[in-house]
C-alpha cells in the first residue's frame, strides 16, 4: 500500500507560482510511474502531467505545457509539480497518484492517490 500526501497548495494571484509536493510512503518509490491531475468546481477530475520512474520522461496536458513542470527525487520519495504564470482556470484540487512501472494520462489505471491540495488562482 502506498501513502501519498501533497502539499504546497494555497492562494495565489494571477501570474504567479506554486511549487506542490507529494511525499510517498513506498520505499519502492523508484518503481512508480507518478501523475498530477486536478478536479475544478463542477467538473471532472483531469490529467495534468506525469513522470516516469527514472523522471526521464514527462508529459503534459496542453493547457500547461510550458507553464508546468514536473520532476521527482527517488531518493526523498517525493514528486514535485511546479506550477508558473498560473492563471484563474488553473484552480483546482490538485492530486497526486501513483502506478506500477508505466506512466498513464488514465485517471482509473492508477492505484493509490492522495487527498489532494487546493490550488486558488485570483485574478
Known amino acids: 500500500q502506498v501513502q501519498l500526501v501533497e502539499s504546497g497548495g494555497g492562494l495565489v494571484q494571477s501570474g504567479g507560482s506554486l511549487r506542490l509536493s507529494c511525499a510517498a510512503s513506498e520505499r519502492t518509490f523508484s518503481n512508480y510511474a507518478m501523475g498530477w491531475f486536478r478536479q475544478a468546481p463542477g467538473k471532472e477530475r483531469e490529467f495534468v502531467g506525469a513522470?516516469?520512474?527514472?523522471?526521464?520522461?514527462?508529459y503534459y496536458t496542453d493547457s500547461v505545457k510550458g507553464r508546468f513542470t514536473i520532476s521527482r527525487d527517488n531518493a526523498k520519495n517525493t514528486v514535485y509539480l511546479q506550477m508558473n504564470s498560473l492563471k484563474p482556470e488553473d484552480t483546482a484540487v490538485y492530486f497526486c497518484?501513483?502506478?506500477?512501472?508505466?506512466?498513464?494520462?488514465?485517471?482509473?489505471?492508477?492505484?493509490?492517490w492522495g487527498q489532494g491540495t487546493q490550488v486558488t488562482v485570483s485574478s
Open positions: 513522470i516516469s520512474r527514472t523522471g526521464g520522461t514527462t
Open positions: 497518484a501513483a502506478r506500477p512501472k508505466i506512466t498513464s494520462w488514465f485517471e482509473k489505471e492508477y492505484d493509490y
